[in-house]
């Protein structure tokens, strides 16, 4: 299995945002293990801010082995060395000073680390310890690019044009020439009912494989409707949507909306997305007006818990309590999923965390 197909297992647990950018991430990541891409160019392309990106490759980086995720081998290095607790100074102006180990310039790479020629022979013995490529501890294997099913490109005035790829379309021709001429050289009732038989099957196929074809558009033109704030502004901007709701407005049954959206994938000018990524829960609102999506009612949760005072951590009862008053109408262990499904810890692990923490500061 190789290395991006693991980190996209372990990226599950994540919420939808930071998961939707962990994805990217994934996808800039080469056999070695490392990061190699313009994390800039991805915030702008997403529409989310640099400091989520950079929040989620920083989550990113601390799954094993340890050292993936790394823009280069100075981090690559830094990372395994704190995975085992064994970032110092005198390791970290090594690290800055790679440059004169290549070199065989050990006189210099001594004074830039001040310690003494044991220490140093310590040092070099400890980095060649290291693995410099991570991510061939999982082998090689081919990557199988995503082939877009649907395209979808803003016009100029605004609205969005949405176009299947007809690549991917199965193309099947029903050779009528061919089924006159054999019919007319059957001279055997049998025959001709066998020969009838299969052009109907084959009218059949045809017709059937266009019907597919005008659902999947359909589907799509409905997602991009209702999912259009996140086309124009971003991840941010992903509203509540699900099966029922897109098979209600195009008249179709549910399964049949959630057969055509398996393993279906658009591309925008965000990224190629699978279509069910479009489909996200939604929270009731306590007063009037338009449902919340639980992934900001998640992100809502986070920043409180981010922002709360060592003397006034919020409880899960006090977190709902503010989301209603927001308007946010969640139940206590809906919370309490949500907060864990982002690994923060119980409000009493967080009071002794951040008090330990003031301790030590």
């Given at each position: 299995?190789?290395?991006?197909?693991?980190?996209?297992?372990?990226?599950?647990?994540?919420?939808?945002?930071?998961?939707?950018?962990?994805?990217?991430?994934?996808?800039?990541?080469?056999?070695?293990?490392?990061?190699?891409?313009?994390?800039?160019?991805?915030?702008?392309?997403?529409?989310?801010?640099?400091?989520?990106?950079?929040?989620?490759?920083?989550?990113?980086?601390?799954?094993?082995?340890?050292?993936?995720?790394?823009?280069?081998?100075?981090?690559?290095?830094?990372?395994?060395?704190?995975?085992?607790?064994?970032?110092?100074?005198?390791?970290?102006?090594?690290?800055?000073?790679?440059?004169?180990?290549?070199?065989?310039?050990?006189?210099?790479?001594?004074?830039?680390?001040?310690?003494?020629?044991?220490?140093?022979?310590?040092?070099?013995?400890?980095?060649?310890?290291?693995?410099?490529?991570?991510?061939?501890?999982?082998?090689?294997?081919?990557?199988?690019?995503?082939?877009?099913?649907?395209?979808?490109?803003?016009?100029?005035?605004?609205?969005?044009?949405?176009?299947?790829?007809?690549?991917?379309?199965?193309?099947?021709?029903?050779?009528q020439a061919y089924y006159a001429t054999v019919?007319?050289?059957?001279?055997?009732?049998?025959?001709?009912?066998?020969?009838?038989?299969?052009l109907q099957n084959a009218n059949w196929l045809?017709?059937?494989?266009?019907?597919?074809?005008?659902?999947?558009?359909?589907?799509?033109?409905?997602?991009?409707?209702?999912?259009?704030?996140?086309?124009?502004?971003?991840?941010?901007?992903?509203?509540?949507?699900?099966?029922?709701?897109?098979?209600?407005?195009?008249?179709?049954?549910?399964?049949?909306?959630?057969?055509?959206?398996?393993?279906?994938?658009?591309?925008?000018?965000?990224?190629?997305?699978?279509?069910?990524?479009?489909?996200?829960?939604?929270?009731?609102?306590?007063?009037?007006?338009?449902?919340?999506?639980?992934?900001?009612?998640?992100?809502?949760?986070?920043?409180?818990?981010?922002?709360?005072?060592?003397?006034?951590?919020?409880?899960?009862?006090?977190?709902?309590?503010?989301?209603?008053?927001?308007?946010?109408?969640?139940?206590?262990?809906?919370?309490?999923?949500?907060?864990?499904?982002?690994?923060?810890?119980?409000?009493?692990?967080?009071?002794?965390?951040?008090?330990?923490?003031?301790?030590?500061?």
């Open positions: 299995m190789s290395v991006s197909r693991i980190l996209a297992l372990l990226i599950r647990p994540l919420v939808n945002v930071k998961r939707l950018i962990g994805t990217h991430l994934i996808d800039m990541i080469d056999e070695d293990g490392y990061a190699r891409g313009d994390l800039a160019a991805l915030a702008q392309r997403l529409g989310a801010p640099m400091e989520l990106i950079e929040e989620t490759l920083a989550i990113l980086q601390n799954f094993e082995p340890a050292g993936v995720f790394a823009r280069d081998l100075a981090e690559c290095l830094t990372l395994q060395l704190k995975d085992r607790n064994r970032f110092d100074p005198a390791i970290e102006s090594f690290i800055a000073n790679l440059d004169l180990l290549a070199a065989r310039d050990l006189a210099g790479l001594k004074r830039a680390c001040d310690v003494s020629d044991e220490d140093l022979a310590d040092m070099i013995t400890e980095i060649r310890s290291l693995e410099p490529k991570p991510g061939l501890k999982f082998g090689k294997s081919s990557l199988q690019p995503v082939v877009p099913d649907v395209f979808v490109r803003q016009r100029p005035d605004g609205s969005w044009l949405v176009e299947l790829n007809t690549d991917t379309l199965p193309k099947v021709l029903v050779n019919s007319r050289s059957s001279s055997l009732k049998k025959d001709k009912i066998y020969l009838h038989d299969c045809v017709k059937s494989l266009d019907q597919r074809a005008r659902t999947i558009l359909k589907v799509a033109k409905e997602i991009v409707k209702q999912q259009d704030g996140f086309l124009v502004h971003g991840v941010q901007h992903l509203r509540p949507l699900n099966l029922k709701m897109v098979a209600d407005a195009i008249e179709m049954h549910e399964s049949t909306v959630s057969r055509v959206t398996s393993n279906k994938y658009m591309a925008t000018s965000r990224g190629t997305f699978e279509l069910k990524y479009f489909f996200t829960s939604a929270i009731a609102s306590s007063r009037t007006g338009e449902a919340h999506s639980s992934e900001a009612v998640r992100h809502r949760i986070k920043h409180l818990i981010d922002n709360e005072a060592v003397s006034k951590i919020l409880s899960d009862d006090k977190i709902v309590e503010l989301l209603r008053l927001e308007g946010v109408d969640i139940a206590r262990r809906t919370v309490a999923k949500y907060r864990e499904s982002m690994r923060i810890p119980s409000s009493v692990q967080r009071r002794r965390d951040k008090k330990m923490a003031q301790v030590m500061s």
